[in-house]
C-alpha cells in the first residue's frame, strides 16, 4: 500500500506570509494528487487535485506542484481564513495532516 | 447548488449497529461515485469506504471490512453505510463525499458529517 507522509506537522506562520507544505509518496503517483483544507467543525474542502488543478471557487493564492512522489502546497500570501488544517491524498490513501497556526 | 446530509449518528454500545444515510442534492445522484470518510477525535481523515456509481464495485478500508457496507439507493439520491460490530475506535465524524470523477478520488462535496460515538 502507498504511504502518504507530510512536511511539516505543524506550521507557524503570519498573515502574508508565504507557506509551503509538502507531501510525499512512497512510490511513484504520477500527478493522482489531491490536497484538502479541513477547520475545526467543518467538512473538508477540495482545494488542489491532479497535483495541481485548481479547484472552482478556490482563490489563486492556492497552488499545488508536483509529480512523482513528491509534492507541494503553495499559499502565496496567507489570510486569516487559510489557518486550518492541510491534508494531501492519493486514492484512498491520506496524508498525516499539516496545522497552520498563528504564529 | 450541490449539497449532501448525512444523519443516523448516535451513541452505540462496542458490539452494536449503525446504519448512516447521506442524502443528496443539487446533482444527478446516478452518475457519481461516492466515498464516506472519517475523522476520529484529535486524529486525522481516515478513508473508509467507496461504491461505484452503478453500485456495483465497493472498496474498504481494512480497518472495517467484513464490518461495514456501504450501499446506495440512486432512485433516491441516498448513499448508505450499514456499520456492524462497533468498537471504540469506530468513534468519529462520518462525512459521505462525492467523487469528482470516474474512480479518482478527489472529493469535490462534502456533507457536515455525523457523530458515531461507540461507548457502554
Known amino acids: 500500500d502507498i504511504q502518504m507522509t507530510q512536511s511539516p506537522s505543524t506550521l507557524s506562520a503570519s498573515v502574508g506570509d508565504r507557506v509551503t507544505i509538502t507531501c510525499r509518496a512512497s512510490?511513484?503517483?504520477?500527478?493522482?494528487l489531491a490536497w484538502y483544507q479541513k477547520k475545526a467543525g467543518k467538512a473538508p474542502k477540495l482545494l488542489i487535485f491532479?497535483?495541481?488543478a485548481l479547484e472552482s471557487g478556490v482563490p489563486s493564492r492556492f497552488s499545488g506542484t508536483g509529480s512523482g512522489t513528491e509534492f507541494t502546497l503553495t499559499i502565496s500570501s496567507l489570510q486569516p481564513e487559510d489557518f486550518a488544517t492541510y491534508y494531501c491524498?492519493?486514492?484512498?490513501?491520506f496524508g498525516p495532516g499539516t496545522r497552520v497556526e498563528i504564529k | 447548488q450541490m449539497q449532501l446530509m448525512e444523519s443516523g449518528g448516535g451513541v452505540v454500545q462496542p458490539g452494536g449497529s449503525l446504519r448512516l444515510s447521506c442524502v443528496a442534492s443539487?446533482?444527478?445522484?446516478?452518475?457519481?461515485?461516492m466515498h464516506w470518510v472519517r475523522q476520529a477525535p484529535g486524529r486525522g481523515l481516515e478513508w473508509v469506504a467507496f461504491?461505484?456509481?452503478?453500485?456495483?464495485?465497493?472498496n474498504y478500508a481494512d480497518s472495517v471490512k467484513g464490518r461495514f457496507a456501504i450501499s446506495r439507493d440512486n432512485s433516491k439520491s441516498t448513499l448508505y453505510l450499514h456499520l456492524d460490530s462497533l468498537t471504540t475506535e469506530d468513534t468519529a465524524v462520518y462525512y459521505c463525499?462525492?467523487?469528482?470523477?470516474?474512480?479518482?478520488?478527489?472529493?469535490?462535496?462534502w456533507g457536515n458529517g455525523t457523530t458515531v460515538t461507540v461507548s457502554s
Open positions: 463525499a462525492k467523487d469528482r470523477g470516474s474512480v479518482v478520488y478527489y472529493l469535490d462535496v
Open positions: 443539487g446533482f444527478r445522484f446516478s452518475s457519481y461515485d
Open positions: 461504491i461505484h456509481y452503478s453500485g456495483n464495485e465497493k
Open positions: 512510490q511513484s503517483i504520477s500527478n493522482w
Open positions: 491532479k497535483a495541481s
Open positions: 491524498q492519493h486514492n484512498h490513501n
